[in-house]
């Protein structure tokens, strides 16, 4: 049995915590997981992941395998792709997070220019507003929004997203048009918070280089930009949004920019990805792509 293959199941059951995901992620069997992972087991000559009803994880042997085992397989592929003169020859399969409004308004339009370049690369694709875990969860890059707290990986700035405050057209007929912050007391705010029961910081603006806050009543609070956008055009308030998730509505007049002399503070746009010396070519060529493609937008 190809001892790189163990590794690499092992590897994936390792971040995921999970025969079945990790199966899912691999495109293989539930029971052939778990036959890898006993012939590495057999192999080696120790345990490498407790079992238990709830969950799995590595043993302390499983860590240090684990550790060896990221490093030694980012070797071969760097390895198996030096002679690759062609990146259309190019192989293997990449998973990438990425929040809704980048997938929708510019990834998922352009991906077919990557996809015809290389022909022989899978992508598996996670679009979501979650924060999720690079590395635990088996990503090879993420694109996020906002700071990045997390000093286990490393984060890539490519730009930043301009910020709008808008309303439906419905909703300043109905409550009107604010004109200065004192009006802000008349008026609703769509809170937009992750994870829900965290406090909104209310409706914010830089002025002086300074970011000022104003707290808001609002009857609609949402977790995801898509529920965010709705909320916006179905009335209940006014929203702090980047421009380019609602260019289309701006345009049709369904939703009307205001107090514009008030812009929220502008969001980083950072592609992460786990600190290895050696990342397979496939991912460099990708994130490569994704940096290209969204720095002409930001």
């Not at 684990?66 to 399969?93: I, N, P, V, W």
């Not at 690369?121 to 924060?131: A, G, P, V």
């Not at 914010?204 to 300074?210: F, H, I, T, W």
Request: proline share 5%; charged share 20%; with cysteine.
């Amino acid at each position: 049995m190809n001892k790189l293959e163990l590794l690499r199941t092992f590897v994936r059951v390792t971040e995921l915590s999970s025969f079945t995901q990790a199966g899912e992620s691999l495109g293989l069997p539930r029971s052939t997981v778990s036959e890898h992972v006993q012939a590495l087991e057999a192999f080696v000559g120790a345990r490498l992941l407790q079992r238990t009803t709830r969950k799995v994880q590595a043993t302390q042997d499983g860590r240090v395998l684990y550790e060896r085992s990221k490093d030694l397989l980012s070797h071969m592929e760097e390895l198996e792709g030096l002679f690759r003169q062609d990146e259309a020859q190019l192989a293997g399969r990449i998973r990438v997070d990425m929040p809704n409004v980048m997938a929708r308004e510019l990834i998922l339009p352009r991906l077919p220019e990557f996809m015809d370049l290389h022909p022989l690369i899978e992508l598996e694709i996670s679009s979501t507003d979650r924060q999720v875990d690079l590395l635990a969860e088996g990503f090879d890059c993420v694109l996020r929004i906002g700071a990045q707290p997390d000093q286990s990986v490393v984060a890539r700035l490519l730009g930043s997203m301009t910020m709008i405050n808008c309303a439906s057209a419905t909703y300043l007929q109905r409550y009107g048009v604010p004109k200065t912050l004192a009006d802000l007391a008349h008026h609703q705010l769509v809170h937009y918070v992750r994870p829900l029961g965290s406090r909104s910081p209310g409706f914010e603006y830089v002025q002086g280089n300074k970011v000022h806050r104003v707290p808001m009543v609002g009857r609609v609070t949402v977790n995801s930009t898509d529920a965010y956008r709705l909320a916006c055009i179905g009335g209940f308030g006014l929203t702090q949004v980047p421009v380019l998730g609602i260019v289309d509505l701006l345009a049709s007049g369904e939703l009307v920019a205001v107090l514009p002399e008030y812009p929220a503070p502008a969001l980083d746009v950072s592609l992460l990805y786990a600190g290895q010396r050696h990342l397979p070519q496939r991912v460099r060529v990708f994130m490569d792509w994704l940096a290209a493609t969204l720095q002409s937008r930001l």
